[in-house]
């Protein structure tokens, strides 16, 4: 069994987050027919096994925190039920709460109908959506070796959740660099609001939107002639759906989206979250979509040219270096309380979560009919995007709690974001 250890930084600031969401992730799998129990059970328990971040739990003094590891159970984590419709079930499984004190720190939940519904439910604090994904890679390359009656290798795990490797390959002159990054970004920029009833939020869910595989392939097209990426498409027209629903109070408006530091990063657990967060402010004078595009494009570039993924993590470092424990918990926790309680505007945020690899997704001969991530649940006051793509289908969710005049506007404004891509792109 692994000894306990202190929770690095970058986990550390998940755990601050909670306030606003329930900071999880679900990786949902629609299978077209059954898969074998035994199997996936054989193959969960030695897929826990090597991630025991899995069955760990979260330890608070006041000093610091640790992450204390018990041991691994399949009881722990899996659960198999059986029902004729399943979407009620669906539903329920996909908004049941993890408790990152206690443990474990993600469920796995089989519904069997006349198919099969996998669902992956993991807290944020260990893993984003990147880790997510892996690990169901990882427990579906076992599931495979499994059913050709082969043996799992053995591995012995090392945590290695830190971001300390990073700052070792940073040089000086390129964290001055970052920081002048940073520093120069705008700290005050204003950003979409509504107003928001905080009454009766008592429906948690999802609203999704799927974008067919001929549109996607229309999106890719289109964002190719004027040299963008597919991120750059979704915040272009993310942003221009915002400026419709919302009008065009301000010169600037900010909005968010997440990049990955994995690709600075040598080793990494399968479980981690290594997801940084880039604010960008846009110049609310440009009114048509294709300018819009090319200047979102011309920002994220400059980003990326920049390590501006980079950018916050010199300066976190020195700030959980030198500030105790108690007291960066109540600042953080104090700026995300007022976010939840509307008292402070959050900025828009889109998260990419990438595309979910069809054959690293197949357990055995048995292939995904679809597959998609869902995000966190948000307070109104936070209005996030989550995008994930299967076989060239985009799903697109809106995790929140929902009031009649919520769902009211989520619902609208999702209608309003495929217009969009009707009128502009498509």
């Not at 059986?82 to 474990?104: D, F, R, V």
């Not at 290798?153 to 300390?164: D, F, G």
């Not at 979409?192 to 799927?210: A, C, E, H, V, Y």
């Not at 960008?280 to 979102?296: H, Q, R, S, Y």
Request: aromatic share 10%.
């Amino acid at each position: 069994m692994i000894k306990n250890f202190k929770v690095p930084m970058w986990d550390k600031m998940q755990f601050f987050c909670k306030n606003i969401s329930d900071h999880q992730i679900r990786f949902v799998i629609h299978f077209d027919t059954s898969l074998d129990l035994g199997l996936l059970k054989n193959a969960i328990q030695i897929t826990i096994k090597v991630n025991p971040i899995t069955c760990a739990s979260y330890v608070e003094n006041k000093n610091e925190v640790l992450w204390e590891f018990s041991e691994c159970e399949i009881e722990k984590v899996f659960s198999y039920y059986e029902c004729e419709e399943p979407t009620q079930l669906i539903h329920e499984k996909l908004i049941s709460k993890l408790n990152t004190y206690s443990g474990p720190q993600l469920i796995l939940n089989l519904i069997r109908s006349k198919t099969d519904i996998l669902i992956l439910n993991c807290d944020h604090t260990i893993a984003d959506a990147a880790g997510v994904r892996d690990f169901m890679y990882q427990l579906a390359a076992n599931y495979r070796i499994l059913s050709q009656n082969k043996t799992v290798q053995k591995q012995t795990y090392i945590p290695n959740r830190s971001l300390k490797s990073l700052s070792n390959k940073i040089g000086l002159k390129q964290k001055l660099s970052i920081l002048k990054v940073t520093k120069s970004n705008k700290k005050n920029a204003p950003t979409f609001s509504r107003p928001i009833d905080l009454n009766n939020l008592q429906n948690p869910g999802f609203r999704t939107l799927k974008i067919a595989p001929a549109d996607f392939d229309k999106i890719k097209r289109f964002g190719k002639k004027h040299f963008a990426t597919v991120n750059d498409m979704l915040l272009a027209i993310y942003f221009f759906t915002l400026k419709r629903v919302f009008g065009n109070s301000n010169k600037t408006n900010r909005l968010t989206y997440s990049s990955d530091l994995r690709a600075y990063l040598d080793n990494y657990d399968t479980l981690s979250n290594y997801s940084a967060i880039h604010n960008i402010d846009i110049n609310n004078a440009i009114n048509g979509f294709v300018p819009l595009l090319k200047e979102i494009s011309a920002i994220t570039k400059s980003r990326k040219q920049m390590k501006y993924d980079l950018a916050d993590f010199p300066l976190m470092a020195i700030l959980f270096k030198i500030t105790p424990y108690k007291k960066l918990e109540g600042v953080f926790h104090k700026g995300f309380t007022k976010i939840k309680e509307g008292k402070s505007i959050a900025a828009p945020s889109l998260t990419n979560m990438g595309i979910i690899d069809k054959k690293r997704i197949s357990f055995g001969n048995v292939i995904p009919a679809q597959s998609y991530l869902l995000g966190t649940i948000n307070h109104p006051s936070l209005l996030q995007l989550a995008v994930s793509t299967y076989e060239k289908e985009i799903t697109i969710s809106i995790g929140s709690y929902y009031s009649e005049g919520n769902n009211t506007f989520i619902s609208g404004f999702l209608k309003e974001f495929e217009n969009t891509i009707k009128k502009e792109v498509l």
